[in-house]
């Protein structure tokens, strides 16, 4: 195989590496979205706002101490 020839298929392996760290920020971000979500359940909380609200409403509490 000519130097050339194996140029040419380089970009073929990158691309597969690429997609392996594409799928791995994919599952890591899965990771951290599946753990948000058990943690907002676990503080009894079912939106962003909520979530929100209750940070403010404890450095309110914080502050007063």
Do not use: W
């Not at 195989?1 to 599952?27: G, H, I, R, V």
């Amino acid at each position: 195989m000519k130097a050339s020839d194996q140029q040419k298929s380089k970009p073929d392996e990158l691309d597969d590496d690429e997609f392996d760290d594409n799928e791995y920020d994919e599952l890591a971000i899965l990771e951290r979205l599946e753990a948000l979500r058990e943690d907002m359940e676990d503080l009894g909380v079912t939106n962003l706002s909520e979530l929100i609200e209750r940070i403010e409403e404890l450095h309110r509490q914080l502050d007063n101490k």
